[in-house]
């Protein structure tokens, strides 16, 4: 009879662990995004960076002369910025490391929907 009781305990505590997972996982995928929120911002793009050469960076729209520019493209209008709008500098999913100028360019240049 005992061995009954012990399956028993074993199945009723199983089920309310299968029925906890989920909670606790979300609890903690909740605290592991706080950190990431208060993260440090990036540093600044620097214009002796490989990538950044590559793709001709300029931190001044208005003095490019690359084949590629259009008249009136930065970084702000570009759909890899991620900065807010209005703000200075922001990441850029081209340069994941680094933020860039809004005001900036470069030839990956991709008009924002």
Sequence with gaps: MS??????????????????????????N?????PAAAAKPLPKLPLT???AKALAYTENAAAVK???????SNCANCNFFKGAKGA????????PKNSVV????????????
């Design 3 to 28: 061995h009954d009781a012990s399956r028993r305990r074993f199945l009723t505590t199983a089920v309310a662990a299968a029925a906890a997972a989920p909670i606790a996982l979300s609890a903690l």
């Design 30 to 34: 909740a605290t592991a995004a706080a």
């Design 49 to 51: 960076d490989n990538a």
């Design 66 to 72: 690359h084949a590629a520019f259009k008249a009136g």
């Design 88 to 95: 200075a500098t922001g990441p850029c999913t081209i340069f």
């Design 102 to 113: 809004a005001k900036g360019w470069c030839s990956a240049w991709a008009k924002k929907p």
